[in-house]
């Protein structure tokens, strides 16, 4: 597992790779875990999905911004989905990344446009926006955002990832924000992060008991791991904790029948909904996380495009040895 998860995030980390990706468009199955690469269809999406009760959290697909305008670019793409959000009246939020508003070049200009879309959002009756957590390099980045913007503004949240050590310290730093806790998806050092399955797993249900207790704003619980959904719901009734203070949360395209029957049972229940051409990064690191997601790109094979798929795929492998000289 250990090699498997490293050559995908490896290959997820590789800036050629998912430059030439875009070039191709959603392909190896991601095309059903990426929800499109316009507006319209992330609408279409939402829509289908409120009509579920589910809400949807939006991430504008974004890795590797490395100049002024491919930042501001991003913050645009952002600025006009919410307002597509807001003006069709749908029930969806916004997750955003830091690195692609251009905090890995320039920290000023990525908090001038966090700014922008935070107050931006409060304008549009407090819709919540959401800092995705990335790798730990960029953590602080995150907090000190985070830290700046809540004294302004009250709909801004972040992601606690339970792999890391310092989650707890994060956990209790923020009782006031809605947060998202998820066990985590990079590839962290063991001096900062937990590395089993198990061990991450204890952590990731000890922090949410313990969040549930405390929180003073709302939390989502984001996994696809049904001992854990299990886990939750048996804790929050045995400690009569209210539905309306959590809610459950999961990637589009992963385990829908599951989300459906839970947001059934009348549990809060929101998707997120990735869109956008810079679909590489993303998938890989969907693929990484769980060997049987590669399902999704064997499915492909079969279809007319197969030489060209291996011919992507080896290319990666072929790639990822010369190229690959970002952590
Ligand atoms: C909504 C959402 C937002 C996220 N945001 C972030 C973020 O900002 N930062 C970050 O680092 N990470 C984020 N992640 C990713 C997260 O950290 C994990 O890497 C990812 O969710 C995989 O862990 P898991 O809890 O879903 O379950 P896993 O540990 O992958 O799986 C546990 C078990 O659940 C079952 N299972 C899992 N998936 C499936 C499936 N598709 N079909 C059938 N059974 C399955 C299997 O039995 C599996 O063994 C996010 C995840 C979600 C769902």
């Known amino acids: 597992m250990g090699l498997f998860k490293d050559f995908f995030i490896a290959l997820s980390n590789n800036a050629f790779l998912n430059e030439s990706a875009k070039k191709i468009g959603p392909s190896l199955g991601a095309n059903k875990v990426v929800a499109g690469n316009t507006i319209e269809d992330v609408v279409k999406t939402i829509r289908r999905l409120n009509d579920k009760n589910i809400a949807a959290t939006v991430d504008n697909l974004g890795e590797f911004v490395n100049a002024k305008q491919e930042a501001i670019a991003a913050k645009d793409d952002i600025l006009k989905i919410m307002s597509a959000i ?8 916004v997750s955003i990344k830091l690195s692609q508003l251009g ?5 000023q200009l990525a908090y001038d446009n966090a700014y922008e879309i935070v107050k931006q959002a409060a304008e549009y009756d407090q819709m919540h926006i959401n800092f995705d957590t990335e790798k730990y390099d960029s953590l602080s980045d995150i907090t000190h955002t985070l830290d700046q913007l809540k004294s302004e503004f009250s709909n801004v949240g972040t992601v606690i990832q339970a792999y890391l050590f310092k989650a707890d310290e994060l956990i209790d730093k923020y009782p006031d924000l809605r947060l998202r806790l998820v066990k985590g998806a990079y590839k962290e ?18 922090l949410i008991e313990k969040r549930l207790l405390n929180a003073k704003n709302f939390t989502s619980i984001a996994t696809h791991d049904h001992n854990v959904i299990n886990h939750v719901k048996a804790f929050v009734e045995a400690n009569q904790i209210d539905k309306s203070k959590f809610e459950f949360q999961m990637l589009y395209g992963f385990r829908s029948e599951l989300a459906e029957s839970i947001a059934k049972e009348g549990y809060n229940f929101t998707i997120y909904v990735p869109y956008g051409d810079d679909w590489f990064g993303y998938f890989m690191r969907r693929l990484a996380e769980r060997p049987q997601n590669l ?7 079969v279809k007319p495009k197969p030489l060209f798929i291996v011919g992507t795929l080896g290319l990666s492998a072929l790639l990822l040895g010369r190229c690959n000289k970002k952590k």
């Open 86 to 93: 807001h003006s069709n009246g749908l029930d969806a939020h």
């Open 189 to 206: 050092s063991s001096h900062i992060a937990y590395q089993t399955r198990e061990e991450i797993d204890d952590n990731y249900i000890r």
């Open 103 to 107: 905090a890995e070049f320039d920290q």
């Open 295 to 301: 399902a999704l790109a064997f499915k492909e094979f």
